[in-house]
């Protein structure tokens, strides 16, 4: 069983910077993907940004440029550094783990307000 933890949420003014975490734990990770997603208020969950385990990643149009994915395969975890935040950037951000040897686990989710 793999289990995700998100940290890192919280309210941020616009122009403002968060960075949020992700510790995967369970087993060993071989051909995996991690990602960033999130869920805004009345709309579909959406892909931000994500990253593969020989660390190729991809962006979301709306966030290219201001958002950043990175890992630490030593500590297991995922990184989303957020500049520039917008007040569309709110949103419930989960992160998410897959693969052929994994299976499909999501984390529970961390709350980004960004409001002034």
């Known amino acids: 069983q793999v289990q995700l933890v998100e940290s890192g949420g919280g309210l941020v003014q616009p122009g403002g910077s968060l960075r949020l975490s992700c510790a995967a734990s369970?087993?060993?990770?071989?051909?995996?993907?991690m990602g960033w997603y999130r869920q805004a208020p009345g709309k579909q969950r959406e892909s931000v940004a994500t990253?593969?385990?020989?660390?190729?990643?991809s962006y979301a149009g709306s966030v290219r440029g201001r958002f950043a994915i990175s890992q630490d395969n030593a500590k297991n975890t995922v990184y989303l550094q957020m500049n520039s935040l917008k007040p569309e950037d709110t949103a419930v951000y989960y992160c998410?783990?897959?693969?052929?040897?994994?299976?499909?686990?999501w984390g529970q989710g961390t709350q980004v307000t960004v409001s002034s």
């Open positions: 998410r783990i897959w693969g052929p040897y994994i299976g499909d686990y």
């Open positions: 369970g087993r060993t990770f071989t051909m995996y993907t």
């Open positions: 990253i593969t385990s020989s660390s190729s990643t």
